[in-house]
């Protein structure tokens, strides 16, 4: 019975946290991305700590690393569905770099947002081929977003650039995945469900600004 009650106040406290960080990432605006206030990385150490900040303080980013790496969970070599996010985000980048424009880059960040929380709201388990695509094409978009920022670097800088939010990116979404996994042990569903709802709540509040941008 004392392990029900703290296994019950241990849920609780998480389902607290998740509240916090809905109302957090719902109130605090998107339109944070660099950490060097829109200056330009000008060496490795630059470059490199510029890529840890950026999917850090965009929080429509940092809702979908963290969505990534949940919304796979139960499915058959989930892992990969960040891994693949975090590559396409690569090449996002690239595109950018290259001038390509991707159409309503903002909007497809927010959406994949709200579709990835909806999917671990409603429950829903896709096959980790459709998840996998789907994290293709949101990251060639979080990617091209997260390009703005390196635009003009020297290939130091923009080396260190992309190691940095590639590491910080599976770091972080494989880092929520094993924590969620230990700590709700036997109320994953539950727990994920509690999460997607924080989460649709930031995207919709991201998807309600890119609108009216």
Known sequence: MRQLKTLASAQGRFAGAVAGLS????????????????????????????????????????????????????????WIVPVIFAIAALGGTGLHLQSWDLPFPELMVSGSVVLFGLLLAMGRQLPTVALGAIALVAGLFHGYAYGESIVGA???????????????????????????QRLAEGS??????????????????????????
């Open 23 to 78: 109302l957090l990432l719902a109130a605090l605006p998107a339109s944070a991305h660099h950490m060097m206030g829109g200056q330009v990385p000008s060496n490795g150490f630059e470059g490199f700590m510029s890529g840890l900040a950026h999917p850090v303080i965009g929080l429509d980013h940092l809702a979908f690393v963290v969505a990534s790496g949940l919304v796979a969970i139960g499915a058959a070599r989930g």
């Open 188 to 213: 994953i569903a539950q727990t994920l469900r509690h999460i997607g709802f924080a989460i649709v709540g930031a995207g919709a509040a991201f998807l309600a600004s890119a609108l009216g941008a």
């Open 154 to 180: 020297g290939m130091v800088p923009l080396t260190a650039y992309l190691i940095g939010f590639t590491a910080i990116q599976l770091t972080i979404a494989l880092g929520v995945r094993g924590l969620v």
